[in-house]
Structures are given as structure tokens and as C-alpha cells.
């Protein structure tokens, strides 16, 4: 029989033993609690289980060739945990509450840290646990914080595949002023539009493009890229504000890169791909290349040369070398746990 690691176990189904627990009530958050990883108990009328206000974050430590580990970019990610918390009404907790619990699940982790190109992903999550299900237009009052620890492999560790993207040009991922939360329910409402493209067109992500304008795909940002050119999406609250594709730019711009963010459209984003490439950035994607675009009814268009494009491979190097420590943290991502 052989045992399920990170390398060959999917994405997020193995945790390590420990996680962090914390409760808000009567105003107040508990010191945080390190438990083995088992089943948590809300009553059946929690405020989570009926009206979905839920939040999460996810991000990554990485283990060194030393052995030392380090945790990615923690800060921005809790800033972006407590914009998701405030924009649900749920109680928001503090930058030092959330970092103390997830510093405790690494170093009680430490021995689970994959070496790379594995990582620990972290996940922190808020629950509203009120119980009261005649609650659908009053915030929860009582809340519980968890994080979890997973430890990962590289999602193209046994070579990277250029990705194939269904361009949905009418349907929208999420309620259009959530997009810029990270919520369970935004991946629920994602996930039967995911599931329909793929069943029809053996994709495997969508590009959300509503009315034609591109936003991003059901769990990463999209960038198209050339040589000294990246265009993306700017910021607004229609979609998620990705840790990675700010990491991606910043890099960029040391790397001599023009970087411009506006909205632009699925016909634009078409002529830019014949000759320039495509990519998708996150946590879990890092960078990732895009082959194919599938537009409704099947059409096909290749992006570029149909693989993973030289700017996206090298732009992609460069974040996974200051990840993994091989070259200078210069803006200060990395703090040691
Ligand atoms: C919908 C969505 N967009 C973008 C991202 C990328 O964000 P980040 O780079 O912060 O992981 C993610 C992943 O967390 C996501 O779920």
C-alpha cells in the first residue's frame, strides 16, 4: 500500500495533527487554543450553516534548503482576512490574534513542512456560530476563528501543462460587490458554472468575463503578458485582489516590465493572445500558463504558441526563487516562523 503525502495527495486533503481555535463572545475573542485536528462542535442554528457568513484565507510557508520556514506575504493576507470579515459583519479579529495563531500551527507543523517544491498552506477561517436562524439580516454576534495547516506539493511538480480556459462571457463568478471577498459562498456560486464547462468543453478553469469585460478565473487572477508588457485587470470589488498577482507585478516592475491595470475586454485580451501569452496567478497556481482559450460553442484559440510562454516560465522562476530563498527578499514577504 503507499502511504498519501503531499506529493501525490490532491491539493488540501492532508492537514497536519494541529490547529488553532479561538471563540469571540460577549465582545470578545478567547486566548487562542492549539487542538489535534478533529471535529469542532456549532449548533445546527449557527449562523454560518443558514445564511453562509464564512470567510477564509490561504497562503504559504516554505521550508529552505537550511531547513529554516518561512511564511509568504502572512501580513497582507490577514489585512485581506479582516476587509472579508468586515465586508460579512462578522466579528474582525486582531492582525496580532490571527499571525500568533498561524505562527503556532507552523512551528507545531514544522516537522510536516514539505521540502520544496512542496509548502505548508495555511488556512485561516471565521465562522459565525450565533445560534439563531431567524438571523438573515442581523450579523452574527458569536464567531469562531480556525486555522488549518495542509501540507502541498507543486501543482506541476511532474512538469507544467499549459492550461486550458473556458472564456464564460455571461455568467458572473459571484454577487458583483463580493467578488473582492474571499467567501465560501463565491466559490459555491462559481461551482456549478465551473462544472458545466468542463463537463462540455474538458477545461479545466473558467475565465469569468461578464458582458465581455475579463475579471479573473474561479481561483486565480489572470494576466496576459509579452515581452516588457503585462496587462491585467485594475483593482476594483468585483474580484479577488490576489496576494500573488501584486507579487507578480512588484517583481515585474524590478524586472523592467511596463505593467498596465484597466478593465479590458475578451475581444482585446483575443488579439493580444495570438501572440503574446496568457497566466493565471495564485497561491496554489503561483504563475501558471494558459495554451488554449474555449469560447461558447467550442471555438478554440491558441494562445501564442500553445505552451507555457518564456515571460510567464521566467516571471515565475523569479517568485519561486525568493520563496524558496534563493534570491533576495528585497520588499520583505518573508518572515521566519
Ligand atoms: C477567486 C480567486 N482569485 C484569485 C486568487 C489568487 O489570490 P492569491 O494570489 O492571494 O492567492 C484566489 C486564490 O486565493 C482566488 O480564490
Same mark, same amino acid.
Given at each position: 500500500m503507499t502511504s498519501t503525502t503531499p506529493q501525490n495527495a490532491p491539493f488540501g486533503s492532508i492537514l497536519t495533527d494541529v490547529m488553532a481555535v479561538a471563540t469571540f463572545k460577549d465582545g470578545h475573542w478567547s486566548a487562542p487554543a492549539l487542538r489535534a485536528v478533529g471535529p469542532i462542535e456549532i449548533h445546527p442554528a449557527a449562523h454560518v450553516l443558514h445564511y453562509a457568513s464564512e470567510c477564509f484565507e490561504g497562503f504559504k510557508a516554505y521550508k529552505?534548503?537550511?531547513?529554516?520556514?518561512?511564511?509568504?506575504?502572512?501580513?497582507?493576507?490577514?489585512?485581506?482576512?479582516?476587509?472579508?470579515?468586515s465586508s460579512l459583519e462578522l466579528p474582525v479579529p486582531a492582525p496580532e490574534l490571527v499571525a500568533d495563531m498561524v505562527t503556532s500551527v507552523i512551528d507545531r507543523s514544522r516537522a510536516a513542512v514539505p521540502d520544496a517544491p512542496g509548502a505548508l498552506y495555511l488556512r485561516p477561517m471565521l465562522i459565525g456560530t450565533s445560534p439563531n436562524?431567524?438571523?438573515?439580516?442581523?450579523?452574527?454576534?458569536?464567531?469562531?476563528?480556525?486555522?488549518?495547516?495542509?501540507?502541498?506539493?507543486?501543482? =506541476? @511538480?511532474? *512538469?507544467?501543462?499549459?492550461?486550458r480556459i473556458y472564456v464564460e462571457e455571461e455568467a458572473t463568478r459571484?454577487?458583483?460587490?463580493?467578488?473582492?471577498?474571499?467567501?465560501?459562498?463565491?466559490y459555491a456560486a462559481a461551482l456549478g458554472p465551473t462544472l458545466a464547462a468542463r463537463r462540455?468543453?474538458?477545461?479545466?478553469?473558467?475565465? =469569468? @468575463?461578464? *458582458?465581455?469585460?475579463?475579471q479573473e478565473t474561479g481561483a486565480a487572477n489572470f494576466l496576459l503578458i509579452r515581452d516588457g508588457h503585462i496587462l491585467t485587470r485594475s483593482l476594483d470589488r468585483t474580484f479577488l485582489n490576489g496576494v500573488t498577482r501584486h507579487s507578480v507585478?512588484?517583481?515585474?516592475?524590478d524586472l523592467g516590465y511596463r505593467i498596465e491595470e484597466r478593465v479590458f475586454t475578451v475581444a482585446e485580451m483575443l488579439d493580444w493572445v495570438a501572440t503574446g501569452e496568457a497566466a493565471l496567478s495564485g497561491t496554489a497556481a503561483v504563475l501558471s500558463g494558459v495554451g488554449t482559450l474555449v469560447r461558447k460553442g467550442g471555438t478554440e484559440i491558441r494562445v501564442g504558441t500553445g505552451e507555457i510562454g518564456p515571460n510567464t516560465q521566467k516571471l515565475r522562476a523569479a517568485l519561486v526563487a525568493i520563496q524558496q530563498g534563493t534570491s533576495p527578499d528585497r520588499h520583505g514577504w518573508l518572515r521566519k516562523v
Open positions: 529552505w534548503a537550511d531547513g529554516s520556514v518561512h511564511v509568504f506575504r502572512m501580513d497582507r493576507h490577514i489585512e485581506r482576512f479582516r476587509n472579508s470579515a436562524i431567524g438571523a438573515a439580516a442581523t450579523p452574527s454576534s458569536e464567531a469562531m476563528l480556525v486555522v488549518l495547516a495542509s501540507p502541498v506539493w507543486d501543482y =506541476f @511538480a511532474g *512538469g507544467a501543462k499549459p492550461l459571484c454577487a458583483s460587490h463580493l467578488g473582492v471577498v474571499k467567501t465560501g459562498g463565491n462540455a468543453y474538458k477545461v479545466d478553469q473558467v475565465l =469569468f @468575463a461578464p *458582458g465581455g469585460e475579463v507585478l512588484t517583481m515585474a516592475v
